[in-house]
């Protein structure tokens, strides 16, 4: 599981457990594999899950705008008033799922979360920016994006591993919740960077100045 949303998991445990929320959905798209991470999420305390099953040569060219129409209309379907995710991938560091299903779903924002309060109807979130932290106010319903210092992710023990092969997995189709997920990029080509020339150590100053000269550097 990407860290970031077993971050994001392990809040929304953490939420039940003080009884804020009333059950955890955790969704995952993507081929039959997906389904481990399902039930990882089962073992650390979410109630049941949802495997948006799309095929692998798809899952290739699955991207934040496509996922975050799956989410959107999953939180229309369920009916959920908190969306909780990890703020980036860490294969393409898109960080951008959360952010879109906000707006798809024309919800408030938390996004780079470090730290989550439930006031009411209202969430207090302090927010890693890249002057120091802020602290904002969201109403809910909304999407929350988790950073790495929200928390740290509880080890799924035995009896919980057991437990989770028994609750709940839905599979669905993104056609089943009217979403396209054809994918509007297309990759042009994919070149690895130049490699780096060996360097050369040199025992004094003006053997440096000398190779300087040689390179036409100087």
């Given at each position: 599981m990407n860290p970031f949303c077993e971050i994001a998991v392990e809040e929304a445990v953490r939420l039940k457990e003080k009884k804020i929320v009333s059950e955890i959905i955790a969704v995952s798209c993507g081929p039959q594999q997906c389904q481990e991470t399902i039930r990882t999420a089962l073992a650390m305390g979410a109630d049941r899950g949802i495997h948006v099953d799309?095929?692998?040569?798809?899952?290739?060219?699955?991207?934040p705008f496509q996922v975050s129409k799956v989410l959107a209309a999953l939180a229309k379907k369920e009916n959920v008033n908190l969306v909780l995710l990890g703020k980036?991938?860490?294969d393409d560091d898109?960080?951008?799922?959360?952010?879109?299903?906000?707006?798809?779903l024309d919800w408030p924002q938390a996004?780079?979360?470090?730290?989550?309060?439930?006031?009411?109807?209202?969430?207090?979130?302090?927010?890693e920016v890249d002057g120091g932290l802020e602290t904002i106010s969201v109403k809910l319903p909304a999407v929350v994006t988790a950073d790495l210092r929200l928390n740290e992710p509880r080890y799924a023990t035995l009896p919980n591993i057991m437990k989770a092969k028994k609750k709940k997995v839905d599979q669905v189709k993104p056609s089943d919740l009217g979403v396209d997920i054809t994918s509007r990029v297309h990759i042009l080509s994919v070149e690895d960077p130049p490699q780096r020339q060996a360097g050369v150590?040199?025992?004094?100053?003006?053997?440096?100045?000398?190779?300087?000269?040689?390179?036409?550097?100087?």
């Open positions: 799309v095929s692998a040569k798809d899952a290739e060219t699955l991207g980036q991938a860490i898109c960080n951008q799922t959360g952010q879109m299903t906000a707006a798809l996004t780079f979360a470090s730290e989550v309060k439930v006031e009411g109807e209202k969430l207090i979130v302090i927010r150590k040199v025992e004094t100053v003006e053997d440096l100045v000398s190779k300087l000269k040689e390179s036409g550097r100087i």
